[in-house]
């Protein structure tokens, strides 16, 4: 006989946890938990009610189950993934798809009848022994437009705990929201354990994508980026439903530029993976809204973001004091931190690599015991931290916190920026001509070195339109055409730029700016999208004149820019703009429905650096467009 959900629920929960879920009186959730108490058949079952008491139950949980050890300092703990599981599985996830529904060939899928069939196969008995903890949040602020409620089933603690630092409770949202059928639901399982508490199985790791339910299913792995559901899982879900309803989610961060008389304008900006989305979010001098993932929606003419996070799941390898003065601060203050894959020391302390300390010559990492010049199974030897080593804390430990984290219209967007590793083409900032120009030839045309956030081999130049393609869960031409179309409906339209933090001389292949140069180049931008100064219009963009960028460096940075430096910086490289022009028009031919203004503004772009090459030839310093 088939049991009743409710059956299940009395049978499995005990009495103050099923207290706690009849508060919410919607049939579709008890429904799914039953569902998979059912099938995965956890040994214990915890309901999270966003209460201190229910995050502080969690957060000993990932003590007790071994998922994460205490460190030295208060508040802070370490957390490790499995030697192969340190980053987002492309191969392995993939949407299901019912059939006759194509999304192109550069988005995994499988068909949706099998996927579901294999996924619940793996899933059978999986939290075997485990505790299975269901929590409730909100994407993005509670009680606003923006808001998607989700509900999280995960017998990894560790999943739990950084979800409870990284999003906003959403217990009250769905009592409130009653029967209401739209929220997301994630369901994931680590699966069984080795020594170290790392998933054993990750042959068998999958993360598959339903969105005909607004399901996620995850199973057989930790690393957060395959696991935490609110974050790149969400985004998948959130994509669909932005096409539908004619607002974007987008891999953007949001923050406040300050310009001058205290005027605060705010900017987004899109980022492959470790290519600076983080530390530029930090920057210092500014205020951070977001890091990671970003919502617009149109208001009343207006492009309004929100974050749908309230933490940090960073990019640890390379932060210092010197340069990241505000996330040192947090790493090394009494904070409620979880660091993932760095190095701990016999005596509790984490260390990364990148920083301008000295590393202990042996302690515990993602490789179990460690020592320098230790080598794995292929014989390559292991750093001290995984280079996509991170640390999980909330936004309010950062003393440059925005104000408006949590407003719910969200704040209007003045610029968007888009940006990527990218060592040879782009100049470091550049302004785009207009929304559509913006669009293709800046977010649609990012090309990034690939970086060890997803598996596989870093360094190949790979098309990243608007530094979202991991995450598109519509047809990229679509979701260009649903850019386009978001930027006619404002009256007021942002201002888009490129920036390249990774432009290197051509000859002795170092890096022409410095980290921290990205300082100016966002208070250049805040002065452009403000009209308050002039630039100099090029084949690619407006970009900016050497006194403007010479007055800024004084004054952000107390440095002195020389003409040299900016001459090699802003040099205009034919050849390479035109090689990547022909990459990624190639790329639009290949597509099926790509809308004729991507070749036009491509055409005209391409048309512009044959001009200007006819004029100048191949190498063209800045002055000569003056
Ligand atoms: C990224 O890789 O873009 C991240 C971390 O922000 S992950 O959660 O893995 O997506
Ligand atoms: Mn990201």
Request: net charge neutral; hydrophobic share 35%; aromatic share 12%.
């Amino acid at each position: 006989m088939i049991k009743d959900f409710m059956e299940i629920l009395e049978e499995r929960l005990d009495r103050e946890n099923y207290r706690k879920l009849m508060l919410i009186k919607n049939p579709l959730v008890h429904s799914i938990i039953a569902k998979y108490i059912e099938h995965c058949n956890p040994k214990k079952i915890f309901i999270s009610d966003g209460t201190r008491k229910s995050l502080e139950y969690i957060r000993e949980a990932a003590i007790r189950s071994g998922e994460e050890k205490k460190l030295k300092i208060k508040g802070h703990t370490v957390h490790f993934d499995g030697y192969y599981d340190q980053a987002r599985d492309r191969e392995n996830t993939r949407f299901l798809l019912p059939k006759g529904v194509d999304l192109g060939s550069s988005i995994k899928s499988i068909d949706r009848e099998e996927g579901l069939k294999e996924i619940h196969e793996l899933m059978h008995g999986i939290m075997y022994g485990h505790e299975l903890y269901i929590c409730f949040y909100s994407l993005g602020p509670t009680n606003s437009v923006f808001s998607i409620p989700c509900l999280q089933l995960t017998d990894s603690s560790y999943v739990a705990h950084s979800e409870n630092i990284l999003y906003r409770q959403g217990y009250k949202e769905f009592i409130e929201r009653g029967e209401n059928k739209y929220f997301f639901r994630f369901i994931h399982s680590e699966g069984r354990l080795d020594e170290y508490k790392t998933s054993k199985d990750i042959d068998k790791r999958r993360i598959y994508i339903d969105l005909e339910e607004d399901t996620v299913y995850s199973v057989n792995t930790q690393y957060g980026g395959n696991t935490i559901g609110l974050k790149k899982l969400a985004m998948r879900l959130a994509i669909n439903h932005a096409a539908k309803e004619g607002w974007l989610t987008e891999h953007m961060l949001i923050m406040g530029v300050h310009g001058p008389k205290n005027r605060v304008t705010y900017f987004t900006g899109a980022f492959p993976s470790m290519c600076g989305k983080t530390s530029t979010a930090m920057l210092d001098n500014e205020t951070i809204v977001g890091d990671d993932i970003a919502y617009i929606r149109e208001i009343d003419g207006i492009a309004r973001a929100v974050n749908v996070e309230q933490g940090v799941f960073g990019i640890i390898k390379g932060i210092n004091s010197k340069d990241d003065p505000v996330q040192w601060d947090v790493l090394h203050s009494e904070n409620e931190i979880i660091f993932s894959n760095v190095l701990v020391s016999k005596n509790g302390f984490v260390y990364w690599d990148g920083t301008n300390r000295d590393i202990p010559k042996e302690g515990f990492n993602h490789s179990g015991e460690w020592w320098s010049g230790k080598k794995d199974r292929e014989g390559n030897e292991i750093p001290c931290s995984h280079p996509n080593a991170r640390f999980t804390v909330a936004l309010k430990a950062f003393k440059n916190l925005d104000s408006e984290l949590d407003n719910p219209k969200g704040v209007e967007v003045g610029a968007i920026v888009y940006g990527g590793r990218d060592s040879d083409t782009w100049v470091p900032v550049q302004e785009a001509f207009n929304w559509e120009h913006g669009i293709i030839a800046k977010g649609a045309s990012i090309e990034s070195e690939r970086t060890a956030a997803v598996l596989g081999r870093e360094g190949v130049r790979e098309f990243n339109p608007m530094s979202n393609l991991d995450f598109l869960s519509i047809s990229i031409p679509r979701y260009i055409e649903i850019n386009l179309e978001f930027g006619r409906k404002l009256k007021r339209q942002p201002k888009i730029f490129a920036v390249n933090y990774f432009i290197r001389d051509r000859y002795t292949k170092k890096y022409l700016t410095e980290k921290n140069d990205k300082k100016v180049w966002y208070k250049w931008m805040e002065l452009r999208v403000h009209n308050d100064i002039p630039a100099i219009e090029t084949p690619t963009g407006y970009i900016p004149y050497y006194e403007h960028l010479k007055a800024l460096f004084r004054k952000t940075l107390n440095k002195k820019y020389s003409k040299r430096d900016y001459i090699k910086q802003f040099m205009i490289r034919i050849p390479e703009n035109l090689n990547k022009n022909q990459r990624i028009r190639r790329i639009y031919e290949n597509m099926k429905d790509v809308s004729t203004v991507v070749f036009d503004v491509l055409d005209e772009e391409k048309e512009r650096l044959i001009e200007a090459e006819r004029r100048y030839g191949d190498y063209i310093p800045p002055q000569s467009f003056i």
